[in-house]
C-alpha cells in the first residue's frame, strides 16, 4: 500500500528490478499462463511441452487435487470427482444450469454463496470459487517454477461479456490462490493488444471470441498505442461446449440412451468433442457410440451448429450499432478461441463482415499472451510504454423502482471507470434503513436482468419523510467491479452498506477460507504479517516525504504541511513497535492526512499531460 | 487550489463554450488518461489507485457531457449563469410539440410492426432535425448576450429529439433481441 508516489506514468519507482508478473487465460476448457520474458511475451508449457491446461480438476480422496491432462484423464473413470467446465458456474445461480445440467457428471445443489455447489462422490461440496482458484493456483505454479520466483501480480482475462457477479468471483478465486490481481482484463481487449503490437495495425478491429463455454464480440480503435473499446456484446453463456452439446445430442438420440444415465451424456459429449475437432480437416468420419456405428459428415454437423454461430452473428450485428460502426468500416477482424477453428464459423464470420479473418496468433494462446503484456505494463517493468487499454462496461448497471422495473443509472458501452450518483428520500417519519437492490442487464423488468446485489442502508438519521437526501454512488471500477457508497447529505452522516452478493460470497465468506486454508500455520502468519506492516509504513514514510520534499511547500499551506509531517513522526515512531494494528492504524492517519495533497499533485500531473502536448499540436 | 472545482471545460484546457471540436476533445482525452488512469498508477499504493480512479471517472463524466450538445448546453448555462434546465421542461411551441407527437406515432407504428427500416428512415429524419435544432442553439449561444428563455427553449427542443432519438434506438434494440 504505497502512497502519494505519484511517479510519471508507466514508470517505476525501481526501474533495474524486474518483476514477475504473468497474464493467466482462465478459460471454461482449457487456461494458460503466460509471461513476458526478455522482451517476448509466451506461454508457458508443462515438463512434456504442452502449453495449454484443461480447466479440469479431479478431487482425490485423500483432499489432494490434481489439474489439467492428468484430471481430464479422470474424467472417463471417475467422473464424479472430476470437475470441468467451472467457468460456466461463476457467479450464476442454479436456476442458469437447466442447459448444462444434463451433460454434467455432477450433482449440482444450492450453495451458501448462491452459486451452484458441485457434489463430489465423497459428499463433499466445492463451491465454483474454490475450483477455480485451484486451476489458478497450478498455473501460478507453473509460472513460479518456469520464472524461478514469486509472481509479483497477474492479469487475469474474464470474457467481456461478463456481469459484475462473474467478475467478482473471478477475482476471488484469484484472491484464495493467493495471487494478486494487477487488473480483471477483457478477453477480446487482451487479443487486440497481442495483435495491435504484433503487427502494429491500427483502425476498427472486431475480435470474433468464441471460447469453450463463452462468446464475445468486441469493436476497438486502436490508434498509437490506445486501444479504445467502442462496444461489446455477446453471450457469457455461449461457446463450443453447445455445439458438443449439440452433436452430443444428436448421439443419445441415434443410440436411445435413457435420459437419466449420466455417464452415457458424460461419454456423448468426449464423443461429440472427437467428432467435431476431426471433421475441422476431413469431410466424414466412421462414429462408434454405445451401441450405435454409423458415419458423420461436415455438412452434417453444420447443420446442427449452423443455428449457434447465426446467434453469435446477430449480436456482432447489434454491437457494430451500439459503436456506431458500419460493416464496411471495420478494418481487420482477429478470430480468438478455439471454436473460431470450425471451418463454418470462419466462413460465416467472413460472410457477415466481408473480409477475411485474422488467425495469425494461435487463437488459443493471443488472449493469455495480450494479458502478459499488460501485466508486464502494469507491474512497472516497461518504462516508456503509451500503450493504454480503455475499457467498456458490457451491460447496464440499474436499480430496481416501484413496480419491479429496472432504472438503468449507468448504460452498457460507458467508458470505465464511472461513477453514477442517485438521490433517494424516506417515504416514513423517523425511517433509518432503506434497501437498494442492484441489477445488470438491458431488460426493463427487474425479474428479466440479472440480480447482482441486494444492499441495505442503515443508520439514516431518523427526520420526517421525504426530508431526508440519501446520495447512492454507484462508482465501477476499471476492472468492472462496482462499488457503492452511501451518504445522508443533509447531516453528511454516512450509512452503513451491507452487501449480499445474489451469486458471490461475502467478504466474510472469503476471509474464512482465506483463514482455514492458513491455519496450521498461525504463528508464522503473524510474524509475516508484522514484516509486511513494517515495510509497507517504511514505504509510506518514504514516498510521503519525497513528495513533500517536490512539491509539499507549493500545493499545501502551512497547517496542512505540518499535520501530514506530524503523523509521518507518529508512523516512524510506531512501526519501531510490535503492533500490527498500530502500524495499520498510524498508516491509516498518514493516508487521510495526505489524500487532499495526494490528489492536487495527481491533478497537478494530469495538467501537465495536456499542456505537455499543445506545444506538438502547433 | 482544488482541482476538483475545475469544471469539465477547465479540466480539457478549454473555454466555457458551446462549439467543441469533437476530433479534439478525443484526442484530449486520451492525452489526460495517459497521465490519470488507473492503469497508469497500477504500481501506486492503495490511496492512488483509488485517486486515479475518481480522477478518471470524472474525465470520462466530463467527455460524456461535452461530447453530447445537450447535456454541453445544460452544462454551459449551468456553469456561466447558474441556471439550471435539466429539471423541468416547457415549451411553448403548439407546431413543434404537434410535429413531435407525429413523430412518436410514427416510431410506435413502427416499432410495433418491427419494421427495422422504417426506423431508420425515420431516424435519419430526425438526426437531420436535431442538427438543425444543434446549429439554431450554436448560433443562439454565440450571439454576445444570451437570449436566456431563447436558449432554454432552444435546448429543450433539441432535447425532445434526442430523446426519441433514443427511443428509436431502444426500439431497435428489442427488434435484434
Redesign the interface.
Known sequence: MALLQISEPGQSTEPHQHKLAAGIDLGTTNSLIATVRSGKAETLADANGKHTVPSVVHYMSDDNFEVGHKAKEQQAIEPGNVISSIKRLMGRGLADMDKIKEFSANQLIESESGMPGVVLDNQVEKNPVEVSSDILRTLAERAEQTLGGELGGVVITVPAYFDEAQRQATKDAAQLAGLKVLRLLNEPTAAAVAYGLDTGSEGIHAIYDLGGGTFDISILRLQKGVFEVLATGGDSALGGDDFDRAIAHYLVEQANVDSDDRRAHQLAMIKARDIKEALTDTDTVEVNFLDWNGQMSRTQIEEIIAPIVDKTLLSCRRTLKDAGIKVDEVDKVVMVGGSTRVPLVREKVEKHFKVPPLTDIDPDKVVAIGAAIQANVLIGNKSDDDMLLLDVIPLSLGVETMGGLAEKIIPRNTPIPIAKAQEFTTFKDGQTAMAIHVVQGERELVDDCRSLARFELRGIPPMVAGAARIKVTYQVDADGLLQVLAEETTSGVKADITVKPSYGLSDDQITNMLQSSFSHAEGDMEARMLREQKVEAARVIEAVSAALNENGKELLSEEEYAAIQSSLEQLNQTSQGDSIEAIENAIEIVEKNSNEFASRRMDASIAKALVGHEVDEI | ????Q?NYFEL??LEPNFFVDQKELSS?L???????????????????QM???????RL??A??VLKHPVKRAQYLLQVVKGIDTTKDHTVNDPEFLMQQLELREELDTLAQQKDAAGLMTLADKIEAMAEEQEASLGQRFEQEDWDLEALKVSIYKLQFLHKTLNDIELA??KI?D
Open positions: 487550489m482544488a482541482e476538483a475545475r480539457f484546457g484530449k486520451k492525452r489526460l488518461l495517459q497521465s490519470a488512469h488507473p492503469d497508469r498508477h497500477a504500481q501506486g499504493g492503495s490511496q492512488q485517486l486515479a480512479m475518481q480522477k478518471t471517472t470520462n463524466d467527455f460524456a431497435e434494440d435484434l
